[in-house]
């Protein structure tokens, strides 16, 4: 049985506009962090630094 690769316009759709999101999604991380959250350090902002971080090396082809 061959998979069927055929996908709705909606999905389309939406494909699209995360594609078209992602510069700025990327740059977004990217400040996040630059600025390094120095205010609040905690387990969950330390979390959601390398969550960016993996964000960013998967966006940029790098190693995380």
């Known amino acids: 049985r061959l998979y069927d690769t055929?996908?709705?316009?909606?999905?389309?759709?939406?494909?699209?506009?995360?594609?078209?999101?992602a510069p700025d999604l990327l740059e977004a991380l990217q400040s996040l962090i630059d600025m390094d959250v120095a205010y609040q350090r905690g387990p969950k902002v330390e979390d959601a630094v390398e969550i960016a971080r993996a964000a960013i090396a998967?966006?940029?082809?790098?190693?995380a």
């Open 6 to 21: 055929r996908r709705s316009r909606a999905e389309d759709e939406a494909n699209a506009h995360l594609i078209a999101a």
């Open 58 to 63: 998967k966006a940029t082809g790098e190693q």
